[in-house]
């Protein structure tokens, strides 16, 4: 259970540096737009910090964590919302910099974001199907 909060922990820090990057570098930049950087920072606190609390929660009152694929849904679910934040602020920071993004590089940052928001809902799929074991 302390590893649940200490991810959740790692979740809001790693949603503070976003938010301060997007603040700053737009800052610097110039940029007034719109950007997907802000939505960095709203993926870690919401899908980072805050499932991770509510999982912490849950295994207090029932056995999830002894789940048998309770572990496998962790590794799928932190890598899938690596790589959906990464691409988050990867294209925000073209954007910032008012990059051109050739249609494969663009394509490229797309399909990872997309296979990884596959990733985070069949992970979602698959922890409600191991909340269905749980006592």
């Known amino acids: 259970m302390k590893k649940l ?3 959740a922990f790692g979740y809001f820090l790693a949603a ?3 938010g301060v990057f997007y603040r700053e570098f737009t800052k610097f930049n110039g940029f007034t737009g719109r950007t ?3 939505f960095a920072h709203v993926h870690l606190m919401v899908l980072g910090t805050v499932v991770f609390l509510i999982l912490g929660l849950a295994a207090k009152v029932t056995n999830l964590t002894e789940q048998k694929g309770f572990h496998i849904f962790c590794i799928v679910y932190n890598i899938a919302l690596f790589f959906m934040v990464t691409m988050m602020i ?3 920071i073209y ?3 008012g990059t051109e993004l050739s249609r494969g590089m ?3 940052i797309s399909g990872i974001a997309g296979l990884s ?9 698959y922890l409600f199907m191991i909340f269905r074991k749980t006592e």
């Open 117 to 125: 928001h596959i990733a985070i809902a069949g992970a979602l799929i």
């Open 90 to 92: 990867v294209r925000g």
């Open 95 to 97: 954007q910032t910099l």
């Open 16 to 18: 503070m540096a976003a």
């Open 5 to 7: 909060w200490n991810t």
């Open 106 to 108: 663009d394509a490229s």
């Open 36 to 38: 997907t950087l802000a």
